[in-house]
T-cell receptor, first 113, second 119 residues
């Protein structure tokens, strides 16, 4: 079975400072991993995805994530936060060949001026 | 590319009425579409998986007679909330897999969601 744990329900940063959103996964097989962002009352937008290619994945809006199999982690980072980054972020795991996505509980990113 | 739309974006209805939500893949064909429900400040909960031309597969605890899903074409799936009650009020989000992406490619493209309020 697959599962994903987002270690922080809320993360607060100041504009211009680095962002780190933590995610650990559990999977019996080689996982596919995704980060999605959701702004209030909006659908989900894909930030980036890992599908067994390069372990350092670059996404949109300056976000990137590193797949670390030994640590079963897929943390999301950004060097410098922007006010527009304030949103809910979901780490998602799936397994190659299986259709279902398993969502983490989400991390709300708060960005202060 | 890979755009999924939902209609309506918001709907308010009276208790006891039925509401239909449409999910369309605009620029690709989707053999599989998914329906999720999201409560305020919570994660997404998968309700059902619908495959074109066949019956939907519902997750445990989801009433299939309450939430009717139809996937009549490769670009359209509908969710009908029958005899809606206030506890059905929620944010409903659909997603779709690209038919051409291959059997093992599991990325899903999400719609913008529909806010249902039952009075």
């Amino acid at each position: 079975a697959q599962s994903v744990t987002q270690l922080d329900s809320h993360v607060s940063v100041s504009e211009g400072t680095p962002v780190l959103l933590r995610c650990n996964y559990s999977s019996s097989y080689s996982p596919s991993l995704f980060w999605y962002v959701q702004h209030p009352n909006k659908g989900l937008q894909l930030l980036l995805k890992y599908t067994s290619a390069a372990t350092l994945v670059k996404g949109i809006n300056g976000f990137e994530a590193e797949f670390k199999k030994s640590e079963t982690s897929f943390h999301l980072t950004k060097p410098s936060a922007h006010m527009s980054d304030a949103a809910e972020y979901f780490c998602v795991v799936s397994v190659w060949g299986f259709q279902k996505l398993v969502f983490g509980t989400g991390t709300r990113l708060l960005v202060s001026p | 590319g890979a755009v999924v739309s939902q209609h309506p974006s918001r709907v308010i209805c009276k208790s006891g009425t039925s509401v239909k939500i449409e999910c369309r893949s605009l620029d690709f064909q989707a053999t599989t579409m998914f329906w999720y429900r999201q409560f305020p400040k919570q994660s997404l909960m998968l309700m059902a998986t619908s495959n074109e031309g066949s019956k939907a597969t519902y997750e445990q605890g989801v009433e299939k007679d309450k939430f009717l899903i139809n996937h009549a074409s490769l670009t359209l799936s509908t969710l009908t909330v029958t005899s809606a009650h206030p506890e059905d009020s929620s944010f409903y989000i659909c997603s779709a897999r690209d038919r051409q992406a291959g059997e093992f490619y599991n990325e899903q493209f999400f719609g913008p969601g529909t806010r249902l309020t039952v009075l």
